[in-house]
Structures are given as C-alpha cells and as structure tokens.
C-alpha cells in the first residue's frame, strides 16, 4: 500500500540554525500538507499546498517557514532560524481531496525536531 | 471557522467491554469528519470518515462512528475493546477534505 514517507525521523539542531524536513507524499495526490504536534498536545495544522503554491497556512506559519515542491515527488518544510519552541514533531500530509469520494489525508511517520 | 472538541482527555475501559471516544464538532457548511488514532512514536492512522451517506460508518479493526447531525457529534465506537486499541485518538473535521482541524485528543486505555 502506498505511504507518505518522512526524512529524517530525527533531527537535533541549534538555536537559530536553518533546517529542512522532508516529506515524499503518495505519488498521485495533488494536495500536501505539513502540521505539527508538541509532545504531548494537539495537532495543529501548519500549511496546504496544491498546484506548486500554498493554499492556505495558520498563524503559526510564520516568515520563518517555507514550503516546497522542488521536483515531482518531494514536499519540504524550511524553517530559516529555529527557536527553541519549534521543537516538535512534524507531520506531512498528502491526499487526493476532491476526486472520488477519498478525502482523507495520509500521514507521514514524523520528524521529530529537537532544536537546542 | 471549524472546530472540534474531545471532552475526554483520558477514557478507560476493561477488555471486552463497549468504548465510546466522544467528538464535537462546529463547522459552517457540510462536515467531513475523521478518525485517526496515534501509536507511540507512531504517525496519525486513519480509521474512519463521514462524507456523506449512512450516519453510520464502520473503519479499520472494528471502530464504527455515528454522525448525529443534531448533536453535531460523531462519536468513536467499538463493541468490545482490546487491550492493544489502547493509543491516542483524535476526531478531525475539514471544508471539502482540505484543511483539518483536530481536536486535543482522547487517550484510551483498555485495561486486561
């Protein structure tokens, strides 16, 4: 069965440093999403994408985040300079909404980021 | 805008017995509505959804949910609980299968 995959499932990095998550949706879904979850808390909704731009994102999707669909497969999370509270675990999201009846959303296994 | 609430934080059962994960919701137009359940260190896993259709639907390993459109409800079910159901469960609702929000979760614990 198909399955969105996430690189890496973990990564540590510092104050301030610039990191990208990685995230290869189902290969025939046309919307991908990115949320994340503090341990322990909810999950919140970050940002949707479709037809190589965004189509909606939270208030939590600051300037400090960018997405990306840089060839036909890959969907990246850039965060430019992470602060110690985007420690979390990330989640990427595809789906084929709007075709059929399908609608539901796959998920990735998760990043978790650690930022020191 | 969308919303959904989980009143429970915390719903223990003993195995064998019937389990209920309650979900709220408030949404505009027609609700899509989700279950997924969390594993440990695990990613969210679909369960279920109402798009439309029966009130009823049944999902993955023997959970069944209940559109109640007066109660804007859709509560989780299982007639008789395993141990190894025991996870985080968390009811979403989306506009036209896009954007989901998620409630704060239910943890079940199913007790040998």
């Known amino acids: 069965e198909p399955e969105v995959t996430q690189t890496p499932s973990h990564q540590v990095t510092q104050m301030g440093q610039e990191v990208i998550l990685r995230c290869v949706p189902i290969?025939?879904?046309?919307?991908f999403y990115w949320y994340r979850q503090i341990l322990g808390q909810k999950v919140e909704f970050l940002v949707s994408?479709?037809?190589?731009?965004?189509?909606?994102k939270s208030e939590i999707f600051d300037d400090q985040f960018s997405v990306e669909r840089p060839d036909g497969s890959n969907f990246t999370l850039k965060i430019r300079s992470t602060k110690l509270e985007d420690s979390a675990m990330y989640f990427c999201a595809s789906s084929d909404a709007g075709t059929g009846d399908s609608y539901e959303q796959y998920f990735g296994p998760g990043t978790r980021l650690t930022v020191t | 805008a969308q919303s959904v609430a989980q009143p429970e934080d915390q719903v223990n059962v003993a195995e064998g017995n019937p389990l209920t994960v309650k979900c709220t919701y408030s949404v505009s137009g027609n609700p899509y509505l989700f279950w997924y359940v969390q594993y440990p260190n695990r990613g969210l896993q679909f369960l279920l959804k109402?798009?439309?259709?029966?009130?009823l639907v049944k999902g993955s390993y023997g959970f069944e949910a209940e559109f109640n459109k007066s109660q804007t409800s859709f509560h989780l079910k299982k007639p008789s609980a395993l141990v190894s159901d025991s996870a985080l469960y968390f009811c979403?609702?989306?506009?036209?299968?896009?954007?989901?929000?998620f409630g704060p979760g239910t943890r079940l614990s199913v007790l040998p």
């Open positions: 290969s025939n879904h046309l919307y």
């Open positions: 979403a609702v989306s506009d036209y299968g896009q954007n989901f929000v």
């Open positions: 994408f479709y037809n190589n731009e965004i189509s909606e």
């Open positions: 109402y798009i439309t259709g029966d009130n």
